[in-house]
């Protein structure tokens, strides 16, 4: 199996005045303990931290110098942050900063672990309920301005349509005969995605949620927020057991099936074609992860869409 995996900086890497404005906002003295998480594609910063007076917290930072896209990603990601509410199952900002440069996350320190995969039916029960939660706290938005998920997911869904103009060899022989089912379902996903006032997390991954101790999960992560509907990310939950193994028929119970085949073949088409570019600088692995879960969705979709 492939992991996402990138070529991280750590905090003994950051330059010392971010370093020491960190400190200040975590309190308790010097970092005395970093330890590097690994996983996720950004080249910046993940790190869990402990001052001199036993303060712990989650550190994420990222300057435009390692790449430009994580950099941005961060100022949306710090500004959705700040506006969850403190019932929402998703960490506790304790601070943050962006001095032109480098764009500086600051979040509590959760005790757990990323779900299991192969996902098991205990932990996919827990992050359906957990999305739920976040569905309810998070309808209406709590923050004007976002982008819609169309705008995220719309031009995704094309990928099924950029193949077709130029099918490539390696593609998967069902997919090649069927991508003009491939491409109307991705079309009827954009249409199905289009409505809704949720703040929606829009990149659901087990590598992206948080089993605590009692078995309660938290959604971390949060560049790609943005408005659609209550039911789409228990959508990508499912479609994360269907990469990595699991009964995604757990996440998608209550969903209306055709519009999350339609999501999912959307999805399917975005990584089928990222996964044929180069890689973008300072994320080598991102192609090949992309490739897996692209390859990983087929046989789902080739059931759900034509039987065989």
């Keep these: 199996m492939v992991t996402a995996s990138g070529a991280r900086i750590r905090w003994a890497d950051l330059p010392a005045p971010v370093r020491h404005r960190v400190e200040g906002i975590i309190g308790g003295g010097p970092v005395t303990e970093a330890r590097s998480q690994p996983g996720g594609f950004s080249p910046g910063t993940a790190d869990r931290v402990r001052t001199a007076s036993g303060q712990a917290a989650f550190v ?61 039916a205990p932990e996919i029960d827990a992050a359906v309920t957990a999305l739920r939660d976040l569905a309810a706290a998070l309808t209406p938005a709590p923050l004007p301005g976002l982008p819609r998920a169309t705008d995220h997911l719309a031009p995704d869904f094309g990928g099924w349509e950029t193949l077709a103009a130029g099918p490539p060899t390696d593609l998967d022989p069902w997919a090649l005969r069927h991508l003009d089912i491939l491409r109307d379902a991705a079309r009827r996903g954009v249409a199905a995605i289009s409505a809704g006032d949720t703040l929606v997390h829009c990149d659901i991954r087990a590598d992206n949620m948080l089993v605590r101790e009692d078995g309660r999960i938290i959604v971390v992560d949060w560049p790609w927020g943005c408005l659609g509907p209550a039911w789409l990310d228990t959508v990508l939950l499912a479609l994360n057991v269907i990469v990595h ?64």
């Design 60 to 120: 994420k930072a990222v300057t435009p110098a390692l790449n430009r896209d994580s950099a941005e990603m961060a100022r949306r990601e710090l500004r959705i942050t700040a506006a969850l509410p403190a019932h929402a199952p998703v960490p506790r900002l304790m601070g943050g900063f962006d001095d032109g440069d480098w764009v500086v996350l600051i979040l509590e320190d959760v005790a757990g672990a990323h779900p299991r995969t192969p996902w098991i």
């Design 245 to 308: 193994g699991g009964d995604p028929s757990r996440a998608l119970d209550g969903v209306d099936h055709d519009a999350a085949v339609d999501v999912i073949a959307g999805v399917a088409g975005y990584f089928q074609r990222q996964s044929r570019r180069p890689p973008p600088p300072g994320l080598p692995t991102v192609r090949a992860f992309q490739r897996f879960q692209g390859d990983a969705l087929l046989p789902w979709l080739r059931e759900a869409l034509t039987g065989r």
